[in-house]
């Protein structure tokens, strides 16, 4: 019988993090940023707002994703997990369904990983088919993810994750993209 700790240092690292603290960190990330982002975009303010509600509850999915995947097998499941991971726009977006929000916020919440491109997720949108809340939650939302620690990654430094995201701006609306790239670099 091994180590207790010798365990907890071997188990493999899965892709989907449960961490509430890290989660909600995210979350006010992505919410400070849409909202900024909004109203340099030049939004009303009322869906400045509501990008800020939509930027708080745009990972809300990834909790009922617990029940699909085994966290405490010892056997990572990647494949399956990034199968699973991909439905957590859409199982949010019916969590929240009928509780009250606005259209704009579960549309936004919806097609938060849609790229501009169309190679993106649930329903592979492109361009002006996918919705401007999502458009801005997208590049909020990578922002955010780069700027953090992962289980399998350090955080990148915010120079080092806009030229990444410059490398794969053919995902995002460039008017979006230049409305974020302002805010950020205020």
Known sequence: MGNRNENIENKPQHIIEFDLSTELQHGVLVSNLAFSV??????????????????LLHDIGKFKLKSYVDMDNEEPLMIEELRFVREHSTLGYEELKGQGYSQFILDSILYHHENYDGSGYPDNKRGEDIPIGARILR????????CSDRVYRKAYD?????????????????????????????
Do not use: S
């Open 158 to 186: 915010k120079d080092t994750a806009i030229e990444l995201m410059i490398d794969e701006v053919k995902h995002f609306d460039l008017r979006v993209f230049l409305a974020f790239q302002n805010v950020v670099h205020k």
């Open 139 to 146: 590049v909020c939302d990578i922002y955010a993810a780069l």
């Open 38 to 55: 909004a109203k340099e975009y030049g939004l009303p303010e009322k869906q400045c707002y509501d990008l800020a509600v939509a930027g």
